[in-house]
């Protein structure tokens, strides 16, 4: 078994994207620019807002943060929105969810200039990735992407199984995957499939993105699989400093022993996520998928 590790990878990444930006910045172009809209005081968002802020820093981009009152109006907001979309000094910018209950998430997102729209949520990057035309690829399936190919994990035809169909893993994951290139069989699991069992039994490749801590068990795997824990459910615990731990959608202690490949929880999968919006506005400050 061999443990994927998710921060070896991220730091190998971030140094390449380094490289680029300091070779955009010696041919006279500006560093790539990232903003951040947080709307409110969810402690988590703030977290997860000031890790980009410290990744952008440690590539080379100029990162803001536009911080609104939780009383913001969704008109105001969508305002901001426009300004942004407009601003040649900004490559692309997120809006960090989740979003307090009287501002449609939906309107927000597609409110995004798609050109600008680094986390790839935007139905027009959405529906450019499925038809396997240039896109900013959503962070986790980006992340999973390059997990793979940094162990030179083999796809082709292989029987890949997504466990969860979520908007922004489960669905793009499994449509990234069947695609040319990657080439695998894929099956999507959830909460209404008969025989999940049996059909994560199969699998050469596991997905599991569902959002139940531990539900992958070892007799759900083929002995030799790969398997990828995209789960982070947040626990009391009186062992850690901070007060909680995170666990995983894979029972790890038994699952790994069969594995030929799995990531940890933490070290795996997360460390990706931010590497991909960083290479998601790299390519937005070059240009690359829109022109
Ligand atoms: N909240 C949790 N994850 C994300 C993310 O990837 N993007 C945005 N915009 N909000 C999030």
Known sequence: MELIKGEEVADSLKADISKEVRKLIDAGQRAPHLVAILVGND??????????????????FRSS??????NISEEELLQEIEKLNNDNSVDGFIVQLPLPKHISEQKVTEAIDPKKDVDGFHPVNTGRMINGLPSYLPATPDGILELLKYYNIATAGKKCVVIGRSNIVGRPIANLLF??????????CHSR?????EEVAQADIIIAALGIAQFVTADMVKEGAVV???GITRIPSDKTK????LLGDVKFDEVAPKCSYITPVPGGVGPMTIISLMKNTLKAAKKEIYG
């Open 179 to 188: 695609q040319k290139g990657w080439d695998c069989t894929v099956t999507i």
């Open 228 to 230: 990828i824990d995209v």
């Open 242 to 245: 901070s007060g909680w731990k």
């Open 43 to 60: 402690g988590a968002s703030h977290t997860y807002v000031g890790h980009k802020e410290k990744c952008c820093n440690e590539c080379g």
């Open 65 to 70: 943060v536009l911080k609104f009152d939780e």
């Open 193 to 197: 499939t008969a025989n999940l069992k």
